[in-house]
């Protein structure tokens, strides 16, 4: 598991035995989820995101860049509104769920195996099969 993934795993960890607070979870996370956008990857960090944005909105601010174009992402630090506290829970515990039970960060979903050209023949052959019989 990469150090980024581990560290969030340990903050999410940390927030569900209470030693760390929702605060720290959404610098964590935002962090995360906004440096890995760089490196094209986000780690199924998308509906904790999402219960954060809808909470608390407004976790980065973009900035300008001096040395070109782009923005430079920084994270905003303000309080996290207790009563969004329990669907930060749900939303982290389902999240750790998931990696403990697939031992990735987010499952890909599995598509039933394509029709190629292999499972057309097999499939003409028992048609020839079962209709000589």
């Known amino acids: ?40 990857r986000r780690n199924g960090l998308g509906p904790l995101i999402d219960v954060i944005d809808r909470a608390s909105p407004g976790v980065v601010e973009l900035g300008s860049v001096a040395s070109g174009s782009g923005f430079a992402v920084r994270l905003v630090e303000r309080p996290f509104p207790p009563s969004d506290e329990a669907d930060l829970r749900r939303a982290v515990e389902a999240y750790l769920a998931s990696t403990r039970t697939t031992g990735v960060i987010s499952a890909p979903a599995t598509d039933p195996p394509s029709s190629g050209i292999l499972a057309r023949i097999v499939g003409a052959i028992r048609r020839l099969l079962t209709a000589s019989t």
């Open 1 to 40: 598991m990469p150090f980024a993934s581990s560290l969030v795993k340990d903050t999410l960890e940390g927030y569900l035995a209470g030693r760390v607070s929702a605060e720290r979870v959404v610098i964590a996370l935002a962090a995360a989820y906004y440096r890995d956008e760089v490196n094209g």
